[in-house]
């Protein structure tokens, strides 16, 4: 995921809010956490590996 996102930026580094809104429309609304596409890409890039540790934890507890 975090890959995914470091490659979306590169890939749309001046147009990120317009490609976001594009690709994802009104699936994904960072404006409902009043926030921009880009502040909204950094924080999943950096919750994403809290979210997989909990993820693994949880899985190795079943």
Do not use: C, H
């Not at 990120?16 to 809104?21: A, G, N, P, R, V």
């Not at 594009?22 to 404006?31: F, I, K, Q, S």
Request: hydrophobic content about 40%.
């Amino acid at each position: 995921m975090i890959a995914d996102i470091v490659e979306f930026e590169e890939t749309y580094p001046e147009s990120i809010d317009e490609e976001f809104s594009a690709r994802w429309g009104n699936d994904v609304l960072p404006e409902l956490w009043e926030q921009r596409q880009r502040i909204f890409l950094e924080q999943i890039r950096l919750l994403a590996p809290q979210v997989t540790s909990w993820s693994t934890k949880q899985t190795s507890l079943e």
